[in-house]
C-alpha cells in the first residue's frame, strides 16, 4: 500500500495563477480532508468529503475548490492564487471522522509571489 | 478559540532524559492522536486513544477523559525524537494544537 499521495512537494507560484495539488489514497478510506499548516497555528481544515460526491468546506475554504468523484481521489484546486495562500498544504484521509487513525500525505509546501 | 492547547510550546532536551508534553481540549471528542512531524517532513500518526494508556516502544500516550488531558512521554529520549508533536482530537471533525517542538540534545 502506498497510503497517501500528494503531489507536488514543492510549487512557486505567481499571484493570480491556479494550480491542482493531487491527493490520493489507496486503503478505500471515505473521509478525507485537506488542511493548511502556517507558522504558530494548528492545522486548519480547509475542505473535506466523507465520500465520492460529497464535499462540505471547513474553516478556511476561501479561495480553494474540491471535488471527490472517486472514493481515491481528492484534489484542492486554488483558483487564483494569493501571497496569503503561501503555506504547507497536507493531505488527510480515515475509514471515517470518528475513532480512527489518520493517515497524511508528505505535505506541500508552495509559496506564491 | 483554541480547542486544543499544548505545552509546552518548545523543549530542549538532553540525551537519555524523560520528557513529558502536554494537551489539554475543551470539546467532546470520540478520540485523540498524537502526530509527530519531522523538520520538513509528514505527519505521522503515533497513538490514537480514547481512554487509558498506550505504549509503543519508549513511547507512552495517556488520557484522562474526565480532566480532558492527555499526555505523551518519551523515556530515554534520543536525538533522532527531535521533531514536533501535535495533539489532535477527534469528533464531528479534526481540531488539531500548535504543536511542541522537542530537541534532544546529544
Known amino acids: 500500500n502506498a497510503g497517501v499521495t500528494q503531489t507536488p512537494k514543492f510549487q512557486v507560484l505567481k499571484t493570480g495563477q491556479s494550480m491542482t495539488l493531487q491527493c490520493a489514497q489507496d486503503?478505500?478510506?471515505?473521509?478525507m480532508s485537506w488542511y493548511r499548516q502556517d507558522p504558530g497555528m494548528g492545522l486548519r481544515l480547509i475542505h473535506y468529503?466523507?465520500?465520492?460526491?460529497?464535499?462540505d468546506q471547513g474553516e478556511v475554504p476561501n479561495g480553494y475548490n474540491v471535488s471527490r468523484s472517486t472514493t481515491e481521489d481528492f484534489p484542492l484546486r486554488l483558483l487564483s492564487a494569493a501571497p496569503s495562500q503561501t503555506s504547507v498544504y497536507f493531505c488527510?484521509?480515515?475509514?471515517?471522522?470518528?475513532?480512527?487513525?489518520?493517515?497524511f500525505g508528505q505535505g506541500t509546501r508552495l509559496t506564491v509571489v | 478559540k483554541n480547542e486544543v492547547e499544548q505545552s509546552p510550546q518548545n523543549l530542549t532536551a538532553q540525551e537519555g532524559e524523560f520528557i513529558t508534553i502536554n494537551c489539554s481540549y475543551s470539546?467532546?471528542?470520540?478520540?485523540l492522536h498524537w502526530l509527530q512531524q519531522h523538520p520538513g517532513g509528514g505527519i505521522v500518526s503515533l497513538f490514537m486513544?480514547?481512554?487509558g494508556k498506550k505504549k509503543h516502544g519508549r513511547l507512552i500516550a495517556t488520557i484522562n477523559i474526565q480532566e480532558k488531558h492527555s499526555s505523551l512521554h518519551i523515556t530515554a529520549s534520543h536525538p533522532r525524537d527531535s521533531a514536533v508533536y501535535i495533539c489532535?482530537?477527534?469528533?464531528?471533525?479534526?481540531?488539531f494544537g500548535t504543536g511542541t517542538s522537542l530537541t534532544v540534545i546529544p
Open positions: 486503503m478505500n478510506h471515505e473521509y
Open positions: 489532535a482530537v477527534s469528533g464531528n471533525q479534526f481540531y
Open positions: 488527510a484521509s480515515s475509514y471515517s471522522q470518528r475513532n480512527t487513525e489518520a493517515f
Open positions: 470539546v467532546g471528542i470520540s478520540a
Open positions: 486513544l480514547s481512554s
Open positions: 468529503s466523507v465520500g465520492a460526491g460529497i464535499t
